[in-house]
């Protein structure tokens, strides 16, 4: 999020186009070694040089055994992604829990991908752009209830046909699971992010539980209040227009303890209200919770350096988080750190949070457009990681430049393609579609580049809804369950008259 004017701003990315886009939308997928698994370890893949002639033990989508270029033998694989699939090959395996496994792969082809889900622990992934034959290796540890994970290979959207050989995962052998994958399963449509093998044919994967509370409406409108005044309108949480359903208070503060949040109401914006006290802050929200709005904290912003990255840290958010909820009435937080998560440890402090809030609580995200190109990306990982509690995630869609669309086209930012190509990443990705909202700023002072029309906004929530009222880029299925829009902020939506409030949450409540 832009910072309040007394912080030290952000300098803009510069991101190249194509490839280049791509590459470092994917730069948290670095090259990782094995994790150690002993030499005497069987590999515990099913036909990983493809030498049985056919996809035999492998769940392909677009996938065949070719012999025109192999690794070593006659045969490899051979997988094509269109333009709305990655052309992922998938194979379940049986293992040991908490026990290491190195994961490798030779591969060819542009942007190839190898790593394995459902691990219990922090899933891995690597990647290549390789014109010859390169060699993949990652590695992971089984969580202690782990009996079986899934390994995959995929390209990219759009890309040309990707080849694999020798695939190999060295480590205990575990008892057969139930179920074995055939040359005739269909894979999920993305091949990227599937938090477990439970995936269905639309990108959206199971999960017993929405991670939405009771209360909310279909399609949710989601604005920022600024705690603290930067040239944007002041207000009391009780001036936020009523078409917001999600308040987020921006922002909670670290503090000395690692991992700790704290929150204090700026006492500059309290002297320009005419004295806005604690009291009155705290009954503002609990007026705006008795007429069915959430109001969450959101831990971050541009400047923001908590961190939760050990079990200790970790700890403390949870319990600093909600400690500020219950002291201020808050439903939930809001994640907006832009200088790094730790997916693991984080998550952890979110589930230990979301158990002891209960059934009501409201967990929201705000990742930069360049968080949310890859299933790779930490962020990315942290909200798969969360699903079963995640509320939405409202990417920002501004302060970015060009970057890549689930298509493989570059696209610039302040357009509808911009917006439906970049949202399709993470509907395909594994994230549910009542997941997914588009982040938006209020006015172009509100942020350095980025912005586009209320109309423009309603018109990619068409497109991605209904396939109506598309760009140039349509995608090629619809998510009528579409999550929603969010904007920074209220205070320059209403400097600007409520334009998101009036035009965007009225579309966004209507839609059926």
């Given amino acids: 999020m832009p910072p309040a004017r007394h912080r030290r701003p952000r300098a803009a ?24 698994a002993q030499a005497a370890d069987p590999d515990l893949i099913t036909n990983g040089g493809f030498e049985t002639g056919t996809l035999s033990g492998w769940s392909c989508g677009n996938g065949a055994v070719q012999s025109t270029t192999a690794h070593s033998g006659r045969y490899a694989l051979q997988s094509t992604p269109g333009s709305g699939d990655t052309g992922e090959c998938t194979q379940t395996v049986a293992v040991q829990p908490s026990s290491t496994y190195t994961l490798s792969s030779w591969v060819q082809g542009s942007y190839v991908y190898l790593g394995a889900r459902g691990t219990g622990g922090t899933d891995p992934g690597t990647w290549t752009n390789s014109t010859g034959w390169a060699q993949l290796s990652t590695g992971f540890t089984t969580g202690p209830g782990t009996t079986s994970v ?15 050989d020798d695939v190999s995962l060295i480590g205990p052998g575990g008892p057969q699971p139930s179920q074995s994958p055939t040359a005739t399963t269909s894979p999920s449509p993305t091949g990227t992010g599937s938090p477990s093998p439970t995936d269905t044919g639309t990108g959206s994967p199971t999960a017993t539980s929405t991670g939405k509370p009771p209360g909310l409406p279909k399609h949710i ?12 309108t002041v207000q009391r949480i009780s001036d936020v227009p009523a078409a917001y359903d999600i308040i987020a208070v921006s922002f909670a503060d670290a503090t000395s303890t690692p991992g700790g949040l704290g929150f204090t109401l700026d006492p500059a914006l309290s002297s320009r209200l005419g004295g806005y006290t604690d009291a009155q802050f705290k009954a503002d929200i609990a007026a705006k919770r008795a007429a069915g709005k959430k109001v969450v904290l959101s831990v971050g912003g541009q400047n923001g350096t908590v961190s939760a990255s050990d079990p200790t840290s970790a700890a403390n958010f949870a319990s600093t988080a909600r400690a500020l ?86 696209y610039s930012q302040g357009t509808e393609d911009f917006l439906t190509g970049l949202a399709c990443i993470q509907l395909k990705g594994g994230l549910r579609p009542d997941q997914v909202g588009l982040g938006v700023p209020a006015s172009t002072s509100a942020a350095g580049g980025g912005y586009v029309s209320p ?27 579409i999550g929603g829009a969010m904007t920074w902020s209220t205070n320059w939506d209403a400097k600007a008259g409520n334009p998101v409030a009036g035009t965007i949450g009225a579309h966004l409540h209507a839609m059926p």
């Avoid at 791509?22 to 090259?31: M, R």
């Avoid at 899934?150 to 694999?164: D, E, I």
């Fill in 13 to 36: 990315h510069t991101l190249l186009a194509g490839a280049c886009a791509v590459a470092l939308g994917l730069s948290g997928l670095a090259l990782a070694t094995g994790t150690g």
């Fill in 325 to 410: 909820m219950q002291g201020y009435g808050f439903d939930g937080i809001d994640i907006d750190l832009e200088n790094g998560v730790n997916a693991v440890y984080l998550g952890q402090a979110l589930h230990s949070l979301a158990a002891k809030s209960g059934s009501g609580f409201v967990l929201t995200m705000a990742p930069q457009t360049i968080d949310m190109q890859s299933t790779g990306m930490e962020y990315f990982k942290l909200a798969l990681n969360v699903k079963d509690i995640l509320t939405i995630v409202n990417m920002q869609y501004y302060n970015s430049g060009a970057m890549n669309g689930c298509d493989g086209n570059v």
């Fill in 221 to 232: 409108l989601t604005g920022y209040w600024q705690n603290f005044d930067n040239g944007a």
């Fill in 455 to 481: 109309s423009v906004v309603d018109n990619a929530l068409d497109c991605l809804a209904a396939g109506t009222n598309c760009g140039s880029y349509k995608p090629d299925t619809t998510w009528p369950g």
């Fill in 150 to 164: 899934t390994v995959y290979l995929h390209g990219w959207y759009g890309q040309p046909a990707f080849l694999a």
